[in-house]
């Protein structure tokens, strides 16, 4: 990682879902740390980039301190701008580095770290964790993401065919210069390899395909920057103990999980006795798993890895799915993001999901999920709901957050959306909705962001809007909006 190459080349930032305060928040107390509530807390981001994972968190706990650097000054400065812009006061940012930044010792509820790790030497690695552990409150969480072995292993053959394009095309040319010339090589390597018995031409085409879709910051900072190197989880582990913090958990239920595996791994990782940090390395192989984002804390904690179902049932529980239809054995869940559709079995799992999915923000208190699902279900005491849950939550169809202290919703009539999310629709980047989710928007659908200020009627937004467009997709990006969670409503 370079300065001048984030100078040149500013990475996009996004936020990022799994970081929300709220859900870190519970998968601490479910493992059995009294983490600090989102509400009234202190967080700090390394690595801060542009800000829009940091900004919209401080705009939805403004009771809370944030604080962010980066080692971009490009970066800080956009990122300073949008702060202002949104009259956000809870946030300091800064141009720093892993070495330099100072804090008195367990000052932050909540560290957040994502896409430095893995790319930065051994000694600044070793760095970083300890960082982290000096600025970990005791009962705080921190986040980081990092490349795995052995799935990233494969994608490094990616890398070096992009690296070697690069080359070619000359140490002194501009990032932007030196991705072209790495996927101009890529695509011709592909072709000269595209024999359909030929692995590695399959492989560089699927990888050229892949990388085609993605943003280009991203491909340049992941596969052309001077260093990145995935480590075993196990090693992982190992150099956060030596700095005195613990692997808790993912920050996905879904990345621990292996009932879809079948019976022989089943009895396999039985057979691992409890240990649950080879269970998890297992996991990554058997996965072929090239990235993780994982929760640590100091090891002072007691770390509770028998779920309590009073913890579980004291949460809220969301949904990206929402149900399309029910057929006469099965039923047919659409997520709302990707607009995938998903059919199922009628079992009693289905038919809480489809409870869950009916609420219009796709989330729910447990006590509210065991009334409505009364006439749903027909095992429907409040054990067999935790049951059911938990089978969804980790299969990846339910999420969990401890409940908001103060309430978030306000009348319908006349929406509104964050300030941040505003600022970032005048622009072509991503925007952020309130539930903590970057999104490609139409121009009719940033359009309706915009005018969602709290001072306009559904019917006058949606008039504007079709006055640019027409009345069909200016209604189309209204309920656009809406399902993606944009609106306070």
């Known amino acids: 990682m370079s300065v001048s190459s984030y100078e040149e080349k500013p990475y996009a930032t996004f936020a990022l879902q799994e970081a929300e305060l709220r859900r870190l928040a519970a998968m601490a107390r479910l493992h059995g740390v009294d983490v600090a509530s989102p509400e009234k807390c202190s967080v ?30 490009a970066h800080i400065r956009e990122a300073q701008l949008a702060a202002s812009q949104c ?27 994502h896409g430095v790790f893995s790319w930065i030497s051994p000694k600044l690695q070793e760095k970083l ?80 395909a892949r990388l085609s879709e993605s943003h280009s910051s991203y491909v340049f900072h992941e596969y052309l920057e001077a260093f990145n190197e995935p480590v075993l989880f196990s090693h992982f582990v190992e150099r956060a103990g030596e700095q005195g913090l613990q692997w808790m958990c993912e920050a996905k239920a879904l990345m621990m999980s292996s009932d879809d595996l079948g019976p022989k791994v089943a009895k396999y990782l039985e ?86 999915s009916r609420e219009h923000d796709g989330q729910m208190a447990f006590a509210e999920m065991c009334e409505r699902a009364k006439a749903e279900i027909a095992a429907n005491d409040e054990r067999a709901i935790v049951g059911l849950l938990l ?20 009348s319908g009539e006349r929406p509104q959306c964050s300030r941040v999310a505003q600022f970032q629709a005048v622009s072509e980047g991503v925007v952020t909705s309130l539930r903590h989710r970057s999104h490609d928007l139409s121009h009719q659908e940033r359009m309706c962001v915009q005018l969602a200020d709290g001072t306009r009627s559904v019917e006058q937004i949606e008039g504007e809007v079709a006055r640019v467009s027409d009345e069909v997709m200016a209604k189309a990006a209204l309920r656009r909006v809406r399902e993606l969670g944009f609106f306070t409503s």
């Not at 800064?94 to 770290?113: A, K, L, M, R, W």
């Not at 089978?391 to 306000?410: D, I, N, Q, Y």
């Open 44 to 73: 700090l981001e390394i690595g801060c980039g542009t800000g829009m994972n940091l900004l919209p968190l401080a705009e939805r706990y403004p009771e809370s301190r944030f604080v962010g650097f980066d080692l971009s000054g």
């Open 87 to 113: 009259h956000l006061s809870n946030v300091t940012l800064s141009q720093d580095d892993i070495g330099g930044f100072s804090c008195e010792p367990g000052t932050f509820d909540y560290v957040i770290c």
């Open 129 to 208: 964790l300890a960082l982290c552990a000096r600025a970990l409150a005791p009962n705080g969480v921190a986040f980081m993401s990092y490349n795995v072995l052995p799935g990233w292993r494969q994608r490094g053959v990616l890398r070096d065919v992009l690296q070697t394009g690069a080359l070619a095309k000359g140490r002194g040319s501009s990032p932007d210069e030196q991705l072209e010339a790495g996927m101009e090589f890529l695509q011709l390597v592909a072709s000269a390899r595209s024999n359909e018995n030929d692995a590695y031409g399959r492989y560089l085409s699927e990888g050229m």
């Open 271 to 356: 057979g691992l006795e409890g240990d649950i940090l080879a269970r998890e390395q297992c996991l990554d192989v058997l996965r072929n798993r090239p990235f993780r984002e994982s929760l640590l804390c100091h090891n002072a904690n007691a770390l509770q890895r028998d779920l309590k179902a009073g913890v579980f049932k004291a949460l809220e529980f969301s949904t990206d799915y929402r149900e399309q239809m029910t057929l006469p054995n099965s039923i047919v869940f659409k997520e709302i993001v990707s607009g995938r559709a998903v059919e199922t079995p009628a079992d009693d799992h289905a038919r809480l999901l489809k409870v869950l």
């Open 391 to 410: 089978t969804l939550w980790k299969s990846g169809f339910v999420h969990c957050a401890v409940p908001a202290m103060r309430e978030e919703r306000v």
